[in-house]
Structure formats: C-alpha cells, structure tokens
C-alpha cells in the first residue's frame, strides 16, 4: 500500500484498497495486500511447492490428508464463478483503477448497507435457539467438538489456529450450500451465528496470545498515537469542522464506538464497532461541509479519530479480526470498507511524517519534541454557553500564543545576532591575516 504524502495530505487510490491479485474483493496488509480467499490459496500453493521439494518433511496442518482441503478446492471451483460475478459489483461501486472514485460512491455504497446490529443480535438468540431442535443436531455437534478440538491443542501458533477456524468456515460453508441447499443469504446469515458462537467460546485463548508478538505491536503504536497528540484536524486536512457542535458530538460518537471494539469478543462484533464508528464520521464530515465525503475525507477523518481515541489493543484487535473473522466480512461490503480503511489508517499513523501533515521537517521535530504546541480554538458553541473556567482558559491560550510568537521572535534574533557576531569575528580575523601578509614580522624583527 503506498501512501503518498508528497502530494500534500492523505490520499489513497481506492484501487489500492482492493486485492493484489485482482479478484475484485478488498485486500489487507496482514496478507500482503491480498484477500483472504487469495493470500490463503497462495500459502497453500507454496505449501504444496515444498512438500513435493521435501516429501519426507511433513509438517503443519496441510499433510495433503486433510478433508478440509479438498472440501476447500471443491468449494472454491464452485464459488469462482459467483465470485467473478461479485467482483464486478465491487468494481462497479468504485470505479475501474483509473478512475478516480466519485465522491458519491463512498455514500451511496455506505447507505445502501442498512446497519443491521440489532437485527442480528436477535438473530443470534433465534440460532441458539434452533440448535436445540434435533434438526441441528449435526451443526451443533460439529461446532462443540470443533471448540473442544482447538482448544486441546496447545501446541498450535496462532496462526495455524486461525488456518483451522478458517477451514472450518469453509467446511460448513460447503455444507449449506452443498448439502442442505441454502441459499446464499441465508447460508451467510448461518455463518455469521456460527462465527459468533464459536469465537466467543475460543476468545480468550486466541486473542493478543503469548505466542505472538501482538503485544509488543499494541504497544508500539499506543506510543506512537501518544507521540502524535498535538495533530489537528487541519494538519490532516481533514474537512471536519469542530466548532459546529453537531461535528463535535460526532467525532465523540465515533471515539466512544472505535474504544468500545476492544470490549467485544465475536469478529463481527468488533467488525459493528468500527462500522459504526465510520458512520459517524461520514456524518460529521456531511455535517462539516454539506456534501457527500470522498473516500480520502474518510480515510483522513479517520486517521484523526483514531490519533484522538487511541484505542487501547488496537493492533490486537486488528489480528484478531483479520484472523478469526469469517472471510466474506472482510472481503466485501461496509464492514469490509471500514476495515480496510482502518488498517490503512494505522499503517498512515506508523509513517506519518512531516509532508503528509503540511509541515516542515524542522516543526516536525519541535512538535514531535513537545517543544511546540498547535494552537486549539476553543469552539464557540462551548464559550456562548458562559463558562468562566473556559473563558479564562481561552484567555490563557491567548496569551501562551503570544508568548509564543514573541519567544520565537526572540529566538530568531538571537539568531541573527549569532550569526553577525560570527560574521564579525571572522572579516576581523581576515583583516588581521591580511596586515599580517602586508607587513610581516620577521622582517620587523630582522630590522630591529
Ligand atoms: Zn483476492
């Protein structure tokens, strides 16, 4: 994913959102800008490779035994066709690589998702429900010794964890659509009850494990968001305008939405938070400036909210989701959008450097050093509300902005001084050399 800060705030072709390998579906930099679907036939392609170069080394899941990949191929060949018909509407919404996206298609992609939260946590009660019923008896038994399975190994990585949660989705997949003849809809709607119930149970043994190094990543950027405190919604280029107290109670909306992923277990779950938290911002934005956003308002929208909300686990979470959520999620759709954007916007936060925020190296460092501090209005709708606290606070703003000015004014004519000082010092030491070079010493000397 290339970011291109020279051209002075964020952009990002919305081609360069999709995956690699063209199917149409979004791409992820956890699978080098690939999709699920192709970055785990890539995988296993390279798997096959080695094990016909080594036959002897069997290794790993894929002993070339396993039912589930052979279910996988077959599912594969019959789904291609309806994939490439997918693909297209993708394609549709966002305009072929050279086109730049219009700003409509962000919106109208966004709104014609209805947000189905609810709606789905009921559903999910309604599954529970159901498999009482001996009809899903099988789907249940499969699902319990699936958990029990995964969990009895302790010797897995994470990532071989999540291979076995995925090919269990596409196990089941197959049957819905094979064997009990579902259609799509509802076999999708099946596998995200089947997602819910078997992550909530595996959560605490596949999330942040000490295995990985996600920890040590969590860390990584809740510094670098801490370092980063002072960017404002101007340096991003962000057309958000918090003075307005609707944009305000937006942009908290989506802070509050974007911490909460964290307190959620199931992928979908965190998937909701993180869509919800885009549509508030798609608000504030349309609020701001009352006309649709475009894909690059968003992203830079929600780089800020990210930078404001640092939410606790963040890269974490983002594994979690990109490992154990069920793959059509995130290949497509809102949640897909926002996903992907999400990871952009951390990949943006981890370069973020002096060009992409429209300042010089120089400030840069001084803010990056807390040696310089952006000056934040105090919104309007919060002073006419009569505040004296906030009113002393403006007053005092004030002043430590004039303070400012005046400390660099000083500082730049020390400078100056410095510099003709130096200037001074140096015509004087090359006056002296050149009486030294006219009138010798020695010669004076020899004289006397
Ligand atoms: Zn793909």
């Keep these: 994913m290339s970011l291109k800060p020279e051209r002075r705030g964020i952009h990002v072709d919305q081609s360069e959102l999709l995956c690699k390998d063209g199917c149409g579906y979004y791409g992820n930099p956890a699978w080098q800008g690939c999709c699920s679907k192709c970055w785990r036939e890539r995988t296993r392609r390279q798997q096959q ?23 996988f191929s077959k599912f594969e060949e019959k789904k291609s066709s309806e ?16 086109q730049q996206s219009k700003p409509e298609n962000v919106a109208v992609h966004l709104s014609s998702v209805p947000s189905t939260q609810q709606s789905r946590s009921s559903d999910f009660s309604e599954f529970l429900k159901s498999l009482r019923k001996p009809s899903s008896q099988l789907i249940q038994n499969r699902c319990l010794s699936f958990i029990e399975s995964l969990q009895g190994r302790r010797d897995l990585t994470v990532e071989q964890q999540s291979d076995h949660v995925q090919d269990f989705y596409q196990s089941m997949a197959t049957h819905f659509t094979d064997f009990t003849g579902y259609p799509s809809d509802r076999s999708d709607k099946m596998m995200d009850n089947i997602e819910k119930m078997i992550m909530t149970q595996l959560y605490k043994s596949v999330f942040c494990p000490d295995t990985s190094d996600d920890e040590q990543k969590d860390l990584l950027i809740q510094k670098r968001i801490r370092m980063l405190h002072w960017v404002t919604a101007e340096m991003l280029r962000t057309p958000l305008c918090e003075e307005q107290s609707e944009v305000n109670d937006n942009i908290l909306s989506a802070i509050t939405a974007i911490i909460e992923m964290d307190s959620k277990r199931a992928p979908q779950d965190k998937l909701s938070c993180i869509s919800r938290c885009s549509n508030y911002i798609f608000k504030a934005i349309q609020v701001s400036r009352s006309s649709p956003a475009t894909a690059d308002d968003f992203l830079s929208s929600l780089i800020y909210v990210v930078l404001k909300a640092n939410p606790p686990r963040l890269q974490s979470n983002i594994q979690y989701i990109t490992r154990f959520c069920h793959p059509n999620r995130l290949m497509m759709g809102q949640a897909g959008y926002c996903f992907t954007n999400l990871c952009c916007a951390v990949t943006f936060i981890e370069k ?20 310089r501090a952006p000056v934040r209005r105090i919104p309007p709708f919060l002073l006419q509300e009569g505040c004296p606290g906030l009113k002393q606070m403006q007053k005092n703003q004030e ?28 015509s004087i030491s090359s006056q002296v050399e050149e009486i030294i070079a006219k009138f010798p010493l020695t010669s004076s000397v020899s004289k006397m």
């Excluded at 894929?62 to 589930?68: A, E, L, Q, R, Y």
């Excluded at 450097?353 to 010089?360: F, K, Q």
């Design 352 to 371: 973020l450097d002096a060009p992409a925020l429209n300042l010089t190296h120089e400030e840069f460092d001084q803010y990056m050093r807390g040696q």
């Design 49 to 71: 490779k080695n094990q016909k170069d080594h036959p002897q080394a069997i290794g790993g899941r894929n002993d070339g035994t396993s039912p589930t990949s052979y279910i």
């Design 83 to 98: 994939k490439a018909r997918r693909a297209n509407t993708v394609r549709k919404l966002f305009g072929s690589s050279k």
């Design 399 to 426: 002043l430590l902005t004039e303070l400012h000015a005046r400390q660099d004014k000083i500082l730049m004519e020390a400078k100056r001084f410095e510099k003709e000082l130096n200037e001074w010092t140096m």
